[in-house]
């Protein structure tokens, strides 16, 4: 396994792969991996060559700095679990090597951000936009592998790809979940033991949603009771629900939803913010 922590090597093994034919797979992730990662670098495996996956807690999306400050970092963990996925490349810039100069440029996707991330947390994709921007530039992969776990985030990809024309295959992966239904994520490891049991009921909730809404209630209906059953529990603060479109992620209000349809939602548990969806 190769680990680089500066671009221009990168860059200079990488051509020396795409000149003798190799695919390149991409898996970008900011680190404190778990299976969900890991189940996009085995995608990768399974049709690319090569994968590279890079590590890089990228400032510039976050928010809010105590969010950014408190992020896990676990390098040394993160590299012996990709050793042994068999991911053959490691890309872990410093902040200086990513940005030696602040980046000025701001993007916006246009209606596709204006709802649930996007208005909660103001710059959130223009951040993501610059560093996967960066990421596809310098690595040039054949196909770029992100999780349904950030459903928003795969709708602002799908739209750089097109309107910046990058020549790659989006490849999304689905959820990995905790046995009790949990999505993982790097933040699970910052849930207190004792609120870590009530965890699954961000996704029970989004199960209870799909059956009402398949069994024909309105999705204004269905977002009233999950807002309901949310606040019959004070351990929580929901920040948002939504019944979208998944593709376009725009809420669908009075109509019944039909297929291609995904109930998303932020709620804060134990002062860990959580994100979850189900697309049906
Ligand atoms: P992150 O490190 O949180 O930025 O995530 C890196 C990539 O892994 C993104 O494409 C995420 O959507 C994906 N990912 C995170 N958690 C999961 C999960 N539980 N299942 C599948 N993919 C995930």
């Known amino acids: 396994m190769h680990l680089f922590s500066s671009i221009r090597p990168l860059r200079d093994y990488l051509w020396e792969q795409r000149l003798a034919g190799k695919t390149i797979g991409l898996v970008p992730t900011m680190g404190a991996l778990h299976q969900g ?44 679990l990709l050793e042994s996925a068999g991911c053959q490349v490691i890309f872990a810039p410093t902040t200086q090597e990513m940005y030696p100069h602040p980046p000025q440029m701001r993007l916006h996707f246009g209606p596709v ?28 992969p054949t196909r770029a592998y992100f999780g ?15 309107d910046l024309a990058f020549d790659l295959e989006l ?25 870590r049991p009530y965890a699954p009921f961000l996704y029970a909730q989004l199960l209870a949603g ?8 309105p999705a204004e209906v269905v977002k009233a009771m999950i807002v309901e059953a949310f606040a019959a529990r004070p351990e929580f603060q929901l920040e948002y629900v939504e019944v979208v479109d998944r593709y376009s992620m725009q809420p669908i209000e009075a109509r019944q939803a039909v297929g291609g349809t995904a109930i998303c939602l932020a709620a804060h548990l134990s002062g860990v913010r959580l994100i979850d969806n189900i697309v049906f």
């Open 37 to 80: 990662h890991l189940s996009l670098i085995e995608a990768s495996q399974q049709q690319d060559d090569l994968t590279v996956c890079s590590i890089f807690v990228n400032p510039i999306q976050f928010t809010n700095p105590d969010d950014l400050a408190r992020y896990p970092r676990t390098l040394d963990q993160d590299q012996a």
């Open 171 to 195: 490849v999304v992966c689905p959820t990995e979940r905790e046995a009790d239904g949990l999505a993982m994520s790097s933040r699970n490891r910052r849930i207190s033991p004792e609120l």
């Open 113 to 140: 951000e204006e709802v649930m991330e996007g208005a909660f947390r103001p710059g959130h994709f223009s951040g993501v936009g610059v560093v996967v921007s960066r990421l596809f530039h310098i690595v040039q």
């Open 210 to 217: 799909r059956q009402a809404l398949e069994g024909g209630y």
């Open 148 to 162: 349904q776990k950030d459903l928003q985030q795969v709708a602002v990809v799908g739209q750089l790809i097109q």
